[in-house]
C-alpha cells in the first residue's frame, strides 16, 4: 500500500511557475513508477506527466512538453512537477499516482495509488 499526499498548488498569474510536491509513504519508493494527472471542470482526467521509479525515464503530454518537468527523490520518497510558463488552460485538479512497476505509464488505469489532488488555478 502506498499513500500520496500533494502540496504546492494555488493561484498564479499566467507566465508564473508553481511546484507541486507529491509525498508518498507505504512500500518500496523506489520500484513505483509516478504520474501526474489533472482534471479541469466539466472534463475528463489527462495524463500530464510520468516518471519511472530510477528517475532515469520521464514522458510528458504535447501540452506541457519544455514547460513542465517531473523529478523525483527517492530517498524523501517524494516527486516534484515543476511548472513553468504556465498557461490559464493549465488550471485544473493536479492528481499524483503510483503503480507497483518501475516503468511508467500514461494510462489513469495502470495506477494502483492515488492522492487526493492539489487545486492550481492560472489567472489570466
Known amino acids: 500500500q502506498v499513500q500520496l499526499v500533494e502540496s504546492g498548488g494555488g493561484l498564479v498569474q499566467a507566465g508564473g511557475s508553481l511546484r507541486l510536491s507529491c509525498a508518498a509513504s507505504?512500500?518500496?519508493?523506489?520500484?513505483?513508477?509516478v504520474g501526474w494527472f489533472r482534471q479541469a471542470p466539466g472534463k475528463e482526467r489527462e495524463f500530464v506527466a510520468t516518471?519511472?521509479?530510477?528517475?532515469?525515464?520521464?514522458v510528458y503530454a504535447d501540452s506541457v512538453k519544455g514547460r513542465f518537468t517531473i523529478s523525483r527523490d527517492n530517498a524523501k520518497t517524494t516527486v516534484y512537477l515543476q511548472m513553468n510558463s504556465l498557461k490559464p488552460e493549465d488550471t485544473a485538479v493536479y492528481y499524483c499516482?503510483?503503480?507497483?512497476?518501475?516503468?511508467?505509464?500514461?494510462?489513469?488505469?495502470?495506477?494502483?495509488?492515488w492522492g487526493q489532488g492539489t487545486q492550481v488555478t492560472v489567472s489570466s
Open positions: 516518471i519511472s521509479g530510477n528517475g532515469r525515464s520521464t
Open positions: 499516482a503510483a503503480r507497483p512497476l518501475d516503468l511508467g505509464s500514461t494510462g489513469s488505469s495502470d495506477y494502483w495509488y
Open positions: 507505504g512500500r518500496i519508493f523506489s520500484t513505483n513508477a
